[in-house]
């Protein structure tokens, strides 16, 4: 997987006032499959896992327009960083 882009780090630090380590996204990016992207379930079931990990709820709303938004793009699932990106849009 590439590295994480320093403007994602700080993005997240940004809007949650926490710092999260390039080596926790990755571990947590490593478990990240097309077939997680592919479904909704799974899909769902990371961005709980990236809210937690920056401690910053998601409401129900949010979660289904990641998710449409992520459907609508074809994004390439090893692509984190744009993920990322996208998810600290919200």
């Known amino acids: 997987?590439?590295?994480i882009g320093k403007d994602v780090l700080n993005t997240v630090k940004k809007k949650t006032g926490k710092s999260i380590s390039e080596r926790d996204i990755q571990k947590l990016a490593s478990g990240v499959k097309r077939s997680t992207v592919q479904s909704e379930a799974e899909l769902r079931k990371l961005i709980k896992q990236v809210?937690?990990?920056?401690?910053?709820?998601?409401?129900?709303?949010?979660?289904?327009?990641?998710?449409?938004?992520?459907?609508?793009?074809?994004?390439?699932?090893?692509?984190?960083q744009q993920m990322m990106k996208m998810m600290m849009k919200k």
């Open 1 to 3: 997987m590439a590295n």
């Open 51 to 80: 809210s937690s990990m920056a401690g910053v709820p998601v409401s129900e709303s949010t979660v289904n327009d990641i998710i449409g938004a992520v459907k609508k793009s074809g994004m390439n699932p090893n692509n984190m």
